[in-house]
C-alpha cells in the first residue's frame, strides 16, 4: 500500500507570496491533518479534515488554510507569506472517524521564505 | 492544558549499550493516547507505538520497549543494545479522545546519536 505522499518536496518562496502544499493520504484514509515542523517552535498541529470539512484547528493565524476534496486528498494555502512561515509542513493520515488513531506522516514539504 | 515534556534534548551514546528517553505529560482528561514517533534525518516521522490511558501494561518490540506509568504520568521508552540505525529524532505524543480528535501534541524531541 502506498504510503502519504506529499508535493512538492521543496519550495521557495519570497515573503509575500503565497503557496499550495498538497497531501495525498494512505488508500482508504479519511482524516487528514497538517503539522508544522520549526527549530523553535517543534511541531505543532495546524489543522485536520475529515470527509472534508475542518474539525479541529490549531493556534495559527488566518493565513494558513486548508482543505479537503472527496477523494480525501488535502491542500494547504499559506497567504502573504512571512520569514516565519519558513518551516517542514508535514501531512499525516489516520483511517478511523475518532480520535486517537494512529497517523502516518509523509515526508514533508520543506518551505524556504526568503 | 494539555503538555508533553521530553527533558533530555540530546542523547549520545555508544553502540550496544541501552538507552531510556522520557517522557512526562499533563492532561486533566481520563481517556487519552500517547505516542512515540521517531524522526531520521531524511524527515518522516516514522510511528512506533499508541498506548491508550487504560492499558498500562509495558510492551516490548524487538529491542524496544516501553513503560507507561500513570501514576507519575510517564511514558519512558528504553532501546537495548542500540545499534547506529536508531539515531534519529524521537518524540512523544499526546492525543486526546473527546474533542481532539486526531490532534497530537508533541514534546520537544530528543535527539538519540548512536556512535560506533
Known amino acids: 500500500k502506498a504510503g502519504v505522499t506529499q508535493t512538492p518536496r521543496y519550495l521557495i518562496k519570497t515573503r509575500g507570496q503565497q503557496v499550495t502544499l498538497s497531501c495525498s493520504p494512505i488508500?482508504?484514509?479519511?482524516?487528514v491533518s497538517w503539522y508544522q515542523q520549526t527549530p523553535g517552535q517543534g511541531l505543532q498541529f495546524l489543522f485536520e479534515y475529515f470527509s472534508e470539512t475542518q474539525r479541529n484547528k490549531g493556534n495559527f493565524p488566518g493565513r494558513f488554510s486548508g482543505r479537503q476534496f472527496s477523494n480525501s486528498r488535502s491542500e494547504m494555502n499559506v497567504s502573504t507569506l512571512e520569514l516565519g512561515d519558513s518551516a517542514l509542513y508535514l501531512c499525516?493520515?489516520?483511517?478511523?472517524?475518532?480520535?486517537?488513531?494512529?497517523?502516518?506522516f509523509g515526508p514533508g514539504t520543506r518551505l524556504t521564505v526568503t | 492544558a494539555q503538555k508533553v515534556t521530553q527533558a533530555q534534548t540530546e542523547i549520545s551514546v555508544v553502540e550496544k549499550e541501552d538507552v531510556t528517553l522520557d517522557c512526562v505529560y499533563e492532561t486533566r482528561d481520563t481517556t487519552y493516547y500517547l505516542f512515540w514517533y521517531k524522526q531520521p534525518p531524511s524527515g518522516e516521522l516514522v510511528f512506533l507505538i499508541r498506548?491508550?490511558?487504560?492499558?498500562?501494561q509495558n510492551e516490548i518490540s524487538g529491542r524496544y520497549s516501553w513503560n507507561f506509568q500513570k501514576s507519575t504520568s510517564s511514558f519512558n521508552f528504553t532501546i537495548t543494545a542500540s545499534q547506529v540505525v536508531d539515531s534519529a529524532v524521537y518524540f512523544c505524543a499526546l492525543s486526546l479522545s473527546f474533542g481532539g480528535y486526531n490532534k497530537l501534541i508533541f514534546g520537544a524531541g530528543t535527539r538519540l546519536a548512536v556512535h560506533p
Open positions: 499525516a493520515s489516520s483511517l478511523a472517524v475518532a480520535g486517537g488513531n494512529e497517523q502516518y
Open positions: 488508500s482508504g484514509h479519511r482524516s
Open positions: 498506548r491508550n490511558s487504560f492499558d498500562e
